[in-house]
């Protein structure tokens, strides 16, 4: 974590940050990656969006991160659902795809940010460093 990242969050600690992401070795990877990078904050799983809404509902995590394709509810569904609970959340993207055009116009409604994958490590955790930030200052 760079200095200016440990700098914005500092005083923001265990923010509830859910993952939710369908490919087992990716849900992991960014788990660990997320838990490694901001150990204060809790993160919690789910492989598709309607086990990721239910978690939300449950824990009301106020930062998402999500793959857009998924079985069961996408991610685009889940965050419809997120967004009239919680306009204020901090809704992450994930997806494979070139660009937005898969999103049709959601991306700038739904979505906080749209990363690619593969998606650095970098870009993650500073994106995730962001929302933080966004969370810690609409609690004070």
């Known amino acids: 974590m760079s200095p200016n990242m440990k700098d914005k969050i500092e005083g923001c600690d265990h923010i509830s ?9 990716t849900r992991q990877f960014l788990s660990a990656i997320i838990s490694m990078k ?8 789910a492989d598709n969006g309607r086990e990721g809404l239910e978690l939300f509902m449950k824990i009301g995590a ?3 991160l999500t793959d857009i394709s998924m079985p069961v509810m996408d991610g685009i569904s889940m965050a419809r659902e997120i967004r009239s609970f919680n306009p204020e959340a ?4 994930l997806s494979a795809h070139n660009s ?6 959601d991306v700038d409604t739904l979505f ?13 955790c500073d994106t995730i460093s962001d929302c933080i930030t966004d969370v810690c200052r609409k609690d004070f």
């Open 38 to 45: 901001f150990p204060e904050q809790k993160v919690y799983t």
């Open 62 to 64: 106020p930062i998402v």
């Open 100 to 105: 937005y055009d898969c999103l049709n116009g």
């Open 112 to 124: 906080n940010s749209y990363l690619r994958k593969p998606v650095s490590t970098q870009l993650l």
């Open 90 to 93: 901090c809704i992450i993207a």
């Open 17 to 25: 940050i859910l993952c939710v992401e369908d490919e087992p070795i």
